[in-house]
């Protein structure tokens, strides 16, 4: 069975910086992608980083050129470098990987539980 854990979240003042990490375990075959998302109160969840497995990165533009996501070379970890933190970066961020399932070939999506950041204004 995958499972995803993250880690690294806390609190930060405005213009620090923290890191995410995310652990994948479980077998893992033929991943997809993995990345970030994150979810504020009372808002939808919205992507902030992903990397696929060909290596293609996205990014929020709201992140862009502030944060900075890096992954293992056998895709059981992702981590996600956050610069120059804001107040409106505060929110749940949750690691996910999606991979395609060997035996019946359907593309599955991991989620973690998500770690909390905060950053005061």
């Known amino acids: 069975q995958v499972q995803v854990m993250e880690s690294g979240g806390g609190l930060v003042q405005p213009g620090g910086s923290l890191t995410l990490s995310c652990a994948a375990s479980?077998?893992?075959?033929?991943?997809?992608?993995m990345g970030w998302y994150r979810q504020a109160p009372g808002n939808q969840r919205e992507l902030v980083a992903t990397?696929?497995?060909?290596?293609?990165?996205k990014y929020a533009d709201s992140v862009k050129g502030r944060f900075f996501i890096s992954r293992s070379r056998d895709n059981t970890r992702v981590d996600l470098r956050m610069n120059n933190l804001k107040h409106e970066d505060t929110a749940t961020y949750y690691c996910?990987?999606?991979?395609?399932?060997?035996?019946?070939?359907?593309?599955?999506?991991?989620w973690g539980q998500g770690t909390l950041v905060t950053v005061p204004s």
């Open positions: 996910y990987v999606e991979y395609t399932d060997a035996m019946s070939f359907r593309r599955v999506e991991v």
């Open positions: 479980g077998t893992i075959q033929m991943t997809e992608s």
């Open positions: 990397v696929t497995n060909p290596g293609t990165i």
